[in-house]
């Protein structure tokens, strides 16, 4: 990392500097969304924004859960999850799932629902209910991968994450 104040140059840097990597992929701006399970254990989730869809035939989405997120064993035992798409006026709710609250404690006072028994979040802006296909090892996170089997939309802005910090889009952005 360059010292504070000083510009990054825009050629090649330390490819080892994990603080580097964090700022370059920091400048991917996202979307934010939570990710919500329940299984015989309880119910739980987290924020998460390294998410997208992964196939249309069939209908496929990949989450990639670190592997000391309390979620993780969640799902794995529930073999379910939820993307639970937020939208900017979500912001506290992201906070509490990013958070290390109690797992049990997550969804209280949060409006959810459940669909094929996950809950699912009242007032997100788009959700995906799916049944956790395969994890696969990725260093020291493992990608789930899910096969959709409800999903939905809602209504108002993305919450967007930009360089380390929760952003929304000009009013009258669309769509
Ligand atoms: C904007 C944002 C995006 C995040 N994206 C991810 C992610 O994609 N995967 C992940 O494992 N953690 C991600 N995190 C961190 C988790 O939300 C955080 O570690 C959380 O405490 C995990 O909760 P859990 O231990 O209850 O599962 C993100 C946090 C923030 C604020």
Known sequence: MPAP?????????????????REVFGRFATGVAVITSAGSGGAGGMTANALCSLSLDPLLALVCFENRARTLPIVREAGRF???LLTAEQERLAGVFASKLPESEKLDGVAHRSEHGIPVIEGSLAWAACELEELIAGGDHTIAIGRVIAMGLGDGG?????????HALPPDSGP
């Open 5 to 21: 104040g000083q510009p990054y140059l825009s050629g090649a840097m330390d490819a080892t500097d994990p603080e580097l990597f």
């Open 82 to 84: 939820a993307v639970n």
């Open 158 to 166: 993305p919450l967007l994450w930009y360089s380390g910090r929760y």
